[in-house]
């Protein structure tokens, strides 16, 4: 009788601890499961930023100007996007009404500005969803870390073999084609991959200065351009 209740209560204690593990473990598959959310919508961002500078790369219009504006900016990496971005019947109608009252280079100006301005927010925001994925695959990767701490594989593993858990095992992890002598392999099949702000590939947060900062250069640079090419702006500047 004696035995019957100690080989009762340790299968209740083995359960026990297998039962926190696989609700442990599912926590941090959730944790996982939602730095992937915040990469989609960072990566939305991302497109975003990378259509603002295209739009602003189409009316500095060469290359030159282009490198001068990743000057002003004091950034290495403000010339890495150089992609075609259509401007939206939308955008056409947003600009032209903040210059309607403008003519020849202080319209020019004021288009180059707001592009700017608009520039600067979006990569406000890109920077802050970027830092907040940064900073959640951190403290994933730190759980992970505790967790592994906290339960050794091969010890639940033990518990397992031990248990009549097959289904339970199945369910979790191999499916239907699972058998006893495939148990010594769940280690490497409960390992987690520690998530990494590097493996989803996103452009690094570009620096962009004030526009205090960046209103005297940004301005000569705007003055420059439109002297190098002012009949192809006033072109352009009638299709606003």
């Known amino acids: ?6 080989a009762s209560l340790t299968y209740e204690v083995r359960e026990e601890v297998v039962e926190r593990y696989f609700y ?7 944790q996982i499961d939602h730095i992937h959310e915040l990469a989609r919508k960072t990566r939305k961002l991302e497109k975003t930023l ?5 739009h602003i790369y189409k009316f500095l219009i060469d290359d030159s100007s282009i490198m001068q504006f990743g000057t002003i900016m ?7 996007i150089k992609s075609e971005a259509p401007v939206t019947a939308e955008h056409r109608l947003s600009l032209g009404a903040r210059i309607c009252s403008l003519t020849g280079r202080r319209k020019f100006k004021r288009l180059v500005f707001a592009e700017y301005e608009e520039l600067e927010k979006v990569a406000q925001e890109y920077e802050s969803a970027y830092e907040d994925m940064k900073e959640e695959c951190e403290a994933v990767c730190h759980n992970i870390r505790t967790f592994q701490k906290n339960h050794d594989v091969m010890i639940i593993i033990g518990f397992l073999k031990s248990m009549d858990t097959e289904l339970l095992i199945k369910k979790h992890f191999l499916g239907d084609n699972f058998s006893p002598e495939e148990i010594g392999s769940v280690d490497q099949g409960l390992a987690f991959k520690r998530p990494r702000i590097e493996q989803f590939q996103l452009t690094p947060p570009p620096e962009t ?23 192809k702006i006033k072109r352009a500047l009638k299709q606003l």
């Open 1 to 6: 009788m004696q035995d019957d209740f100690i």
């Open 74 to 80: 004091s950034n290495k990496r403000s010339c890495f």
């Open 24 to 30: 442990e473990r599912r926590l941090i598959e959730l």
């Open 50 to 54: 990378h259509r603002c500078f295209a």
């Open 209 to 231: 200065p004030s526009m205090d900062t960046v209103a005297g250069p940004l301005t000569a640079l705007a003055s420059a351009v439109y002297d190098a090419h002012t009949d």
